[in-house]
């Protein structure tokens, strides 16, 4: 930098006795610690910025465990009539569990969206979805809401065998 800059003419031109140069040595070890200052706020400033950002991402993860905790426990509503009774939270947490099974009419949405909006995302989802356009493996378990327990649905290579285990039970109640 020093054959760049043109520091070497500088020093040349305008420090024409050696004073000069001692001067401004003795000049540049006497600073008031405004430098070193300056560094030690950076510095701190630095460190308490990182551990804001820390914080923040711990809250988000914290955030997307109780979020996921939630949706895990909830079941989807795959009856029409149910979506108007949803409000608030419940039709939030069920907006983003129809967009985690992976309904077409919900993915398709992004950002913030109105409460009519997402009640008829999810109206369109469960008739999708009961017209067969997305959600094949949760047919594969449906829960029944009478007494709570999961009824086994037979998959299409299944079915013969399912269907020939009810035709001899029939036979065998008559």
Known sequence: MYFHNGTQEFVKKFFVTPEDLVFVHT????SSGEDKKRQKEIVEHSKKWAAEKAARREKR????????????????????????????????????????????EVNNIKGVVKVGAQHDAIRAAIQSFHQGKWGSELRN????????EVIEMPSNDDESDWSDSIGSHISDTE
């Open 61 to 104: 993860q914290k955030q997307g465990k109780e979020k996921q905790s939630r949706l895990d426990q909830l079941h989807l509503v795959l009856n029409i009539e149910e979506v108007e009774d949803l409000k608030e939270q419940r039709l939030k947490d069920m907006f983003a569990k129809f967009k985690q099974a992976g309904a077409p």
């Open 27 to 30: 000049a540049a070890r006497e």
């Open 141 to 148: 378990t449906i829960e029944s809401e009478d007494d709570g």
